[in-house]
């Protein structure tokens, strides 16, 4: 492959990342790394909703944050609005092409959906990755699979000359994150002196059943089991998170936690007292999920439960804070399909084969 530079007189760049929360904070390496190569640039990222509302007023190395278009196979948010009408993408790549981009960088995926997409864009420069069936860029590294995405998204911007600066996913945690936490987490004190001592005195263990794919997540009540676990030997104060739509995982998790007291925050917390409570907990348990990646990038330990498939592309690179617990086999639990290409149709986890124990004995090892 060519060894490709800096781009001369480059003064607008857009770029294209528009997955959930987790898939924005693996691309922050890459997109710190075009932020070093061209200082004196403005970087517009084009982004599905939930990370345009994690990022507003928060520092990034980007300029702006737009709400890409909702297209099919670019912004993907389960069970979220369909797609746009097409004089609704018009007009946002009408507004794009305005800008008068030098350079559009495609972070997203193979090319088969979101090149199109970028090319209308209308910029000078086109960069991203291909796949067989993708349209050309001007410049374009082959789709591969099994690759970690903090490796493949750094690999693209190579393509312009953005060597890297950093591997580790990084997100700044604000005053607002801050006081989001403290109103959250006011109800700990209350709690703690609700349970004979010396409960609840240690270290803030968070839980998170949820993740985007039901198969992906790790049955909630041995999610539970792992608190209970650590509450009688760490003294943890365990919290329960997650959205709205997680109520019913939530109340598996607290059958797992038996008699455990617990600070239920499941439907609670918007994104900053998301991003403030992860940042005060002292551990992180959970699946594959946008919070796991969050509490990874502001600093916290995490366990997290991964995919056989999963545990290549987006775990975390560096381990003595960040254990991962794999399922090797990853076989959906009604009917043993492998989650690799599967198609059985049932919504079933395929991490049934990790036991509490194991779980357990990685979050041990990172608490104090």
């Known amino acids: 492959m060519p060894d490709h ?11 294209l990342r528009a997955n959930g929360l987790g898939d924005a904070l693996v691309a922050q ?31 990034f190395p980007v300029d702006e944050v737009l709400e890409a278009p909702r297209v099919s196979g670019v912004r993907g948010e389960v069970g979220g609005p369909p797609d746009d009408p097409p004089e609704v993408v018009e007009e946002f790549c009408a507004a794009m092409r305005e800008r008068g981009f030098d350079l559009a960088v495609q972070l997203h995926g193979g090319g088969a959906n979101a090149n199109p997409l970028l090319l209308r864009f209308g910029a000078r420069v086109t960069a991203g990755s291909r796949a067989d069936d993708a349209p050309a860029l001007t410049r374009t590294i082959p789709w591969t699979s099994f690759q970690h995405d903090v490796l493949r998204w750094l690999e693209v911007v190579d393509l312009v000359g ?64 792992v608190g209970r676990a650590l509450a009688e030997r760490r003294r ?17 998790v607290r059958a797992g936690l038996g008699d455990t007291p617990v600070l239920d925050l499941v439907g609670t917390l918007d994104l900053n007292g998301l991003v403030g409570v992860l940042e005060r907990a002292d551990l992180l348990v959970g699946n594959d999920s946008g919070p796991r990646h969050i509490a990874e990038a502001v600093g916290t330990p995490t366990v997290g439960v991964f995919t056989r498939a999963n545990l290549i592309d987006v775990s975390p690179l560096f381990r003595a804070r960040h254990r991962v617990v794999v399922d090797r086999e990853s076989r959906c639990a009604v009917c043993g399909d492998p989650y690799l290409g599967r198609s059985c149709g049932h919504e079933a986890t395929v991490l049934a084969g990790v036991e509490v124990p194991e779980v357990l004995d990685a979050a041990l090892a990172l608490l104090p």
């Open 5 to 15: 530079g800096v781009l001369p007189g480059v003064r607008r760049i857009a770029v």
């Open 236 to 252: 943890a104060c365990v919290a329960v998170i997650g959205g709205k739509g997680d109520l019913e995982l939530g109340e598996q």
């Open 29 to 59: 390496p890459a997109l710190a790394a075009l932020r070093a190569a061209y200082p004196d640039a403005s970087i517009t990222l084009a982004t599905s909703a939930p990370v345009a509302e994690l990022l507003r007023g928060r520092p």
């Open 162 to 225: 953005a060597r890297p600066v950093t591997l580790r996913p990084e997100l700044t945690v604000t005053g607002a994150d801050r006081a989001a936490a403290d109103a959250a987490l006011s109800a700990r004190s209350a709690l703690s002196a609700l349970s004979a001592p010396p409960a609840l005195s240690g270290p803030l263990v968070v839980l998170h059943p949820g993740a985007t794919d039901v198969s992906r997540q790790w049955p909630p009540e041995r999610l539970g089991q």
